[in-house]
């Protein structure tokens, strides 16, 4: 019996790669499945996670591969074009429409249909938002995240800036508003003037009141979405699946450019700088007060030896309210997996409240299940870490969701170095107006 | 190699013993030695170049089938303003790493024939060409981080301002001709060091009684008798250095905005990450045919397939 199946699997697996689209029952669900990341930080809790589902499941081992963010999605691309792509993977917004319009995802409908997999189990609006145009669904939801203010505690003690003061910070992109006033008094020079002093001087800064990761290319996620948020802003006509950004629009190219220019004035680090090391540790190593960046961060910035560091949410915008970007994380199936009944049970596992316990109790990220999420925020608590900046986001709904599009690669070759230029000083904001046109060219077609 | 020298030698051998054996057996055994890099040029040189060039003519994304678009790639290359700018960032990048690697190899050179006759000496100029391309750039992309770089520790303790090497327009590409300079002055020494070794020791003798001076020496002998050497280690690096793509790709990654994104990097980026099989292609082809052109005039104009010892 056992030949004729693994022949019937063989060939199931080979008219699938070729026809490299989903549907096919297989025969059988026994061997390996191959699952990729790519943040070492979660990597220990899904090895837990792997570790309990082969327990479970002992004909199936979960083999984990890990990769930087920089190389996972090239590698992955190249491995589906190989023929040597994971059966299962965690997936981003930003990437997994041009998967679905090349037909490398498996759709999960049938496994939702069939397994009765409660979407409602989900923070509300994470699990729509894996759905493609064709109306099918390519992944399931694993963990969310926002955006917050990192700070660093005796800094702003030092300038005299309170924690309540800085969870009450509120920007306009005319002067800044007191978010701009706390982000000049945290920059201090050589000589230990204050960004803003008399005799401040900006070229010869010691700590920095803003720190800068990047320009943000063309979401901005961690850089300056939580600002054009605020002020009405969207990036495309509607979301998802918009098919019009809006980069040309005067409310966003305004906010980029106060953003810029603390470069000019000072206080934030200039663009030609942040190149090497990154932003969180050049906050770790004391050259920056404030940085801004995702939840998933927290781990990363509660562990510098020395450093205290305070989670304040975003500034109130023009609007009056705060704003974040809301991005959630999946896992999906390659469509070219041999064992699509054994990745689909993983996934499963994975959106399961078992393995979301689990990667909740290592306080790393937030789950994508309500009850797990919680449990999360309170294995933060008993870390020393007070998390409310990054629900409270949630609670009062004051976020957006991550911009999906098709042509993610294209836009990206296009606003990466657009943004940069406006951010270095090299081109005004209203540069962005051609590389908009530049990029709705890109959906005339 | 020790197993192919041995018949080939006694090969050579036996013409001498037995001339009239010439021909056919002859041949039967230059195609078992030939078959080998034959299979492997058409295997890994020939049928990927002719399917590119094939491609270059297509719209191919890597998934599905490419779709004949006749000269359109070509027509958008030649309106596309990234691709100009690859072709100058490039051209800026040879003209610096060759001239540079050039003048300090043939220093480097003479310095091992005249003064540095220990074997230990020669190795070691050697070393950097011996690590790998990648650790070379992240190691110079380490030392020369403008927050935590020791280069830029140094710099600041002289009383300089920090320099964002791999940040600034202006220095992301001449810090990665340096690096690349350092990493192969040592190789492109020896090369011109064998060459200088071939120059007949006689030479200079009859130089020195007409009493030409060290500077008269370099110029009228050197120089000239290592040309066809000179001329084949630039063809060699000229090719090489236009096709620069690891160190911008671990360090820049073609940024700020453009000023390093050289025409290897975009080739990569508009296949890889772009998807954008059959516009990649072409640009390929382009660069394979500028590096053809590129290595003719060399030849042409630099003589390198004669000597004036002939």
């Known amino acids: 019996m056992k030949k004729p199946l693994a022949t019937a699997a063989a060939l199931a697996a080979v008219a699938l790669s070729l026809s490299a689209c989903g549907g096919g029952t297989p025969a059988s669900s026994a061997g390996e499945i191959n699952y990729w990341l790519w943040d070492a930080n979660q990597l220990p809790a899904y090895q837990q996670c792997a570790t309990d589902f082969h327990a479970a499941n002992p004909e199936l081992t979960v083999k984990i591969t890990q990769r930087g963010w920089d190389d996972y999605w090239s590698t992955l691309t190249n491995s589906f074009v190989a023929g040597t792509a994971p059966d299962v993977f965690t997936d981003h917004l930003s990437k997994f429409p041009d998967f679905v319009a090349r037909h490398q995802l498996l759709p999960l409908d049938d496994a939702v249909k069939n397994d009765k997999i409660d979407t409602k189990q989900f923070i509300p609006g994470l699990a729509d938002l894996w759905v493609g145009q064709d109306g099918k669904r390519y992944g399931l939801p694993k963990d969310w995240d926002t955006v917050g203010l990192f700070y660093n505690k005796s800094m702003t003690k030092a300038a005299g800036l309170s924690d309540a003061h800085m969870a009450q910070l509120s920007w306009n992109p005319d002067d800044g508003g007191t978010y701009e006033k706390a982000i000049a008094h945290l920059t201090v020079d050589k000589n230990g003037k204050r960004g803003d002093e008399a005799g401040f001087d900006k070229t010869k800064v010691a700590v920095y009141g803003l720190g800068l990761a990047g320009s943000g290319s063309g979401q901005g996620q961690t850089e300056w979405s939580f600002l054009t948020g605020t002020t009405g802003w969207t990036h495309t006509d509607k979301n998802p699946w918009g098919s019009k950004y809006n980069y040309d629009d005067p409310k966003f190219q305004k906010t980029i450019a106060w953003w810029a220019s603390l470069a000019d004035k000072g206080y934030m680090p200039r663009l030609e700088t942040t190149v090497g090391a990154s932003v969180a540790d050049t906050f770790g190593a004391g050259k920056a007060a404030i940085n801004t960046n995702g939840d998933w961060m927290i781990g990363q910035y509660s562990g510098y030896k020395g450093v205290q560091v305070g989670i304040a949410p975003t500034p109130t915008g023009v609007d009056g309210k705060r704003s974040s970007m809301f991005n959630g994380l999946a896992d999906s199936i390659s469509a070219a997996t041999k064992n699509p009944a054994g990745a689909t049970k993983w996934v499963e596992y994975l959106a399961s409240p078992q393995c979301q316990d689990v990667v909740a109790g290592k306080a790393v990220v937030f789950p994508a299940i309500k009850s797990s999420s919680e449990l999360a925020a309170k294995a933060f608590a008993a870390k020393g870490t007070d998390v409310s900046a990054f629900t409270q986001q949630v609670k009062d709904g004051t976020t957006f969701l991550f911009p999906i599009t098709d042509n993610a690669a294209k836009i990206d070759a296009i606003m990466k170095p657009a943004m940069d230029a406006v951010v270095s000083g090299k081109a005004p904001a209203s540069s962005l107006t051609d590389a908009n046109s530049q990029v709705n060219a890109l959906f005339a077609k | 190699m020790a197993t192919t020298e041995i018949p080939a030698r006694s090969q050579a051998a036996a013409p001498a013993r037995a001339p009239r054996k010439r021909g056919k057996s002859d041949l039967a055994t230059a195609l078992v030695f030939i078959t080998p890099a034959v299979v492997g040029f058409i295997v890994f040189y020939l049928v990927p170049t002719i399917r590119g060039l094939y491609l270059s003519f297509t719209n191919y994304n890597l998934f599905g089938s490419p779709v004949w678009i006749g000269l359109t790639n070509y027509i958008k290359i030649v309106q596309d303003k990234l691709f100009w700018n690859a072709m100058a960032v490039t051209g800026e990048y040879v003209v610096l790493n060759i001239a540079f690697q050039t003048v300090f190899a043939l220093g480097l050179a003479l310095l091992m024939y005249h003064v540095a006759k220990s074997t230990i000496v020669r190795g070691v100029l050697l070393l950097p060409y011996l690590v790998a391309n990648v650790i070379v750039a992240l190691l110079w992309f380490w030392m020369l981080d403008y927050q935590i770089g020791i280069v830029n520790q140094v710099i600041e303790w002289l009383g300089l301002p920090r320099v964002a090497f791999f940040g600034s327009g202006t220095w992301a590409i001449p810090t990665i001709a340096f690096i690349n300079v350092w990493r192969h002055m040592g190789y492109t020494a020896l090369l011109l ?102 290595a003719f005039l060399q030849m042409k104009f630099l003589r390198g397939n004669e000597s004036e010892l002939g």
């Open chain 2, 193 to 294: 060091f064998a060459g200088l070794q071939a120059i007949p020791r006689n030479v200079y003798e009859v130089a020195a009684l007409d009493g030409a001076g060290a500077w008269k020496t370099f110029w009228k002998i050197t120089m000239p008798l290592l040309r066809p050497v000179m001329v084949l280690v630039l063809v060699v690096t000229v090719i090489g250095s236009f096709q620069i793509f690891d160190t911008v790709a671990v360090t820049t990654n073609g940024g700020p905005v453009n000023a390093s994104r050289v025409i290897q990097l975009y080739i990569y980026q508009k296949a890889f990450t772009e998807q954008d099989f059959g516009y990649a292609s072409a640009l390929s082809v382009i660069l394979f045919a500028i590096l053809g052109v590129v």
